[in-house]
């Protein structure tokens, strides 16, 4: 196998060193953000002290989180690699090589470790956003072009090996020139096994998102994972923690069941009608949150959640953070309107809260006000769905 060539490993040193330093030494106190239960959405002072979570000093025991984020210090450096997984976790990393035995990983936050390919979904070997439009199974996917199909061979740290099936046969390709590879999916027990979600989901400020057990130490959390083991984590390197519990269910984790523009609003113009963002992304409000579900201006979106019991239904809704245009947010549980209200640039958020019966929707009407100025819309943060107890 080949060697690392001097461009890089420089790289993926820099990147190594940066992302241990970025959150070795960040004091458990002194920390800011959101913290939202069962039956409340509090902002404030937050301190993990003696093994203990705390808001604003008051202490919070772990089994009644049900998300947390963090006001964490900024991240520019870009990850060399990522790797996103068939269960949502996402993997910033440097990919060192793939092969029939595995895909092998360095992260100075996750170590080395070898990654059985039926459990990854895709790679991406360029920095920055993944393709827009998801490319074919199998296939090789660059910023620009068409996708090439054909079987991954190997992977080291200059090239890559694809097995066409084709007249073309098996080519033998730069890295610097593919942004990725999606893998084909395993049989469906495999598929389903992998979706299936427990514990928490942690996400990391450099963008890692792993799923295990959290437990709050005296000076940061404790991750324990399936594949890496144990983890330390300072706080200042998390961005959020958001616990999966029984009759519990997430806005952000839903598909809606429809989603329009207004017709006089092009796609080019408003972008998607409904998209999920994290804080400090396009769009994103001014405060402390979570999880968004960003509306643009001029869109209906309709949720249905699977929900065995009524259910409470709360969120906070304000304007994009970058709106220069006011939006009329109407929100309504089945026929009934539970808000309406005009949301102007750089205004004040709105909450949302209401009990919800099984089956019926949860829709936001983001309608534009004269005059119309774009960018224009809403977003939804931290919306969620809790059961009654039965």
């Given at each position: 196998m080949r060697r690392p060539g001097r461009r890089f490993g420089s790289i993926a040193a820099a990147w190594l060193l940066a992302s241990s330093s970025a959150v070795a030494d960040t004091p458990a106190d002194g920390l800011r953000g959101v913290l939202v239960t069962r039956s409340a959405r509090r902002e404030g002072a937050i301190a993990l002290r003696d093994g203990t979570l705390r808001v604003e000093g008051q202490a919070v025991p772990l089994d009644d989180l049900l998300m947390l984020g963090l006001r964490s210090p900024g991240?520019?450096?870009?990850?060399?690699?990522?790797?996103?997984?068939?269960n949502g976790e996402v993997w910033r990393c440097r990919i060192d090589s793939v092969?029939?035995?595995g895909l092998e990983i360095a992260s100075a936050m996750l170590g080395r470790h070898?990654?059985?390919?039926?459990?990854?979904?895709?790679i991406e070997f360029a920095p920055g956003?993944?393709?827009?439009?998801?490319?074919?199974?199998?296939s090789l996917f660059r910023a620009k072009g068409e996708p090439l199909r054909g079987q991954l061979l190997w992977?080291?740290?200059?090239q890559l090996a694809v097995d066409t099936n084709g007249p073309l046969g098996v080519l033998t390709l730069s890295r610097e020139s593919i942004a990725g590879y999606r893998f084909r999916p395993p049989p469906p027990p495999q598929t389903a096994a992998a979706r299936r979600r427990d514990g928490h989901e942690v996400a990391l400020i450099d963008g890692n998102i792993l799923h295990g057990r959290v437990a709050v130490m005296k000076d940061g959390f404790r991750l324990k994972h399936a594949v890496f083991g144990e983890l330390a984590l300072r706080p200042?390197?998390?961005?959020?923690v958001v616990r999966q519990a029984e009759g519990v269910i997430y806005l952000g984790d839903l598909s809606p069941v429809e989603a329009s523009l207004t017709p006089l609003v092009t796609a080019r113009a408003a972008g998607k009608a409904v998209r999920v963002i994290e804080p400090g992304g396009t769009h994103a409000p001014r405060f402390g949150f979570i999880r968004g579900v960003c509306i643009a201006g001029g869109g209906t979106v309709r949720y249905r959640a699977p929900l065995s019991r009524?259910?409470?239904?709360?969120?906070?809704?304000?304007?994009?953070?970058?709106?220069?245009g006011a939006v009329?947010?109407?929100?309504?549980?089945?026929?009934?309107?539970?808000?309406?209200?005009?949301?102007?640039?750089g205004g004040a958020a709105v909450e949302v809260a209401g009990e919800v019966r099984p089956g019926e929707q949860v829709t936001f009407e983001v309608q534009f006000t004269a005059p119309v100025r774009l960018p224009a819309g809403a977003v939804v943060c931290d919306g969620r769905w809790v059961e009654r107890e039965p």
């Open positions: 991240w520019t450096l870009p990850p060399p690699n990522t790797v996103r997984l068939r092969s029939q035995e070898r990654v059985p390919l039926r459990s990854v979904e895709r956003a993944p393709p827009e439009r998801q490319p074919p199974p199998g992977v080291d740290a200059e200042g390197g998390v961005r959020s009524p259910a409470r239904f709360a969120a906070v809704v304000a304007p994009m953070g970058d709106a220069r009329r947010l109407r929100v309504l549980f089945g026929e009934r309107l539970v808000v309406e209200k005009r949301l102007a640039p």
